[in-house]
């Protein structure tokens, strides 16, 4: 009787809670049980407060809420002082805004965008049919999409750059572009559920893995003509501080993300399509497609992907300059 008692007072869960005191005896797993459970799940609480709140806002008032914010923050994080490098950066390349009040004024929008973006994120799948976005250059799209080419669309982060693939999915475009999951479950959840349209009832951007299983499934979605693959040209190094792309007048990076968007298009024969967003007012974008890219092709493969890269860099330095204040890599660039 002892026995079948002991059985039935201490059935599975009560060996699991042991499990768990042992092990939370280790510093290490304390620590990890209490981000898991504690610090996570109130970070993901806000979070979810926070983004039912500003969907429910005007689109204009959400993206005015993110930008007041952004000052702060910048001016908190010293993005004003006369010695911040993204101040100095921005003088660099553009000489002829090198005045205090000039410089000022760039900064306050630098950070401005920087709040926006973060706020209008959760808007995300309601600005095309909220009639928000623009789009200039769908005919290259759809050229492309005439002649069954495989379409590769490489952006660049200004504005709100994940508005290429709300407009791609507005303009009727099956959408795929690489995701790495946010580190909380909690946001993570958030952000797939606003690429994705499941709040909006309608089918959103599929998401692929950023390593070499991505590659492989970014390779059989233009082989197989499943979609429109999308992906960032001037997007920073795992680990790593600064730009590498636009070089800007530095070595030319050859194995970064924008040679392996060339080697993929090489390899698939996808047309090299351009995108960036550019901001107006009261939460309102226009996209714009360019022209396909013209890959030099030749038997030395190693020169071929360097001229292409010289092409493409001296491209993406022509549409980011003017819009430098835009930039959300900019406080990351680097000449050291």
Known sequence: MANESETWFCPAIVRRVAVLIRQLADPAARRSFWRYWGADVAMGAGSYALHYSLRLLPFAACSAIGGTLGVLVGWL???????????????????????????????????????????????????????????????????CQERAQPILVFGVHLASWEVIGAALLGLGYDVYTLYRPAPNRFQDRIVVAVRTGARVKRSGAKMIPPGPSGARQAYRVL?????????????????????????????????????????????????????????????????????????????????????????VDELLESIIVPRLDQWWMLRYLRFD
Request: aromatic residues 8%; positive net charge.
């Open 77 to 143: 994080r010293g993005f004003r002082r006369a010695d911040a490098p993204p101040r100095a950066i921005f003088a660099q390349l553009r000489p002829e805004s090198t005045g205090k009040q000039a410089l000022d004024n760039a900064m306050t929008r630098m950070c401005a965008n920087i709040g926006r973006t973060y706020a209008e994120y959760n808007i995300l799948d309601l600005l095309w049919p909220g009639g928000r976005i623009t789009v200039t250059g769908a005919e290259h799209l759809a050229a």
């Open 223 to 311: 082989v197989e003509r499943r979609g429109v693959f999308l992906t960032w040209a001037d997007a920073r190094k795992e680990g790593e501080g600064s730009v590498p792309v636009p070089a800007f007048g530095r070595p030319m990076e050859q194995h970064g993300n924008l040679s392996a968007v060339l080697r993929l298009a090489r390899a698939t024969g996808a047309r090299l399509i351009p995108a960036y967003v550019e901001r107006q007012t009261g939460a309102r974008f226009h996209t714009v497609f360019g022209p396909p890219v013209e890959l030099i092709r030749g038997e030395d493969e190693k020169a071929a992907l360097l001229a292409n890269l010289r092409n």
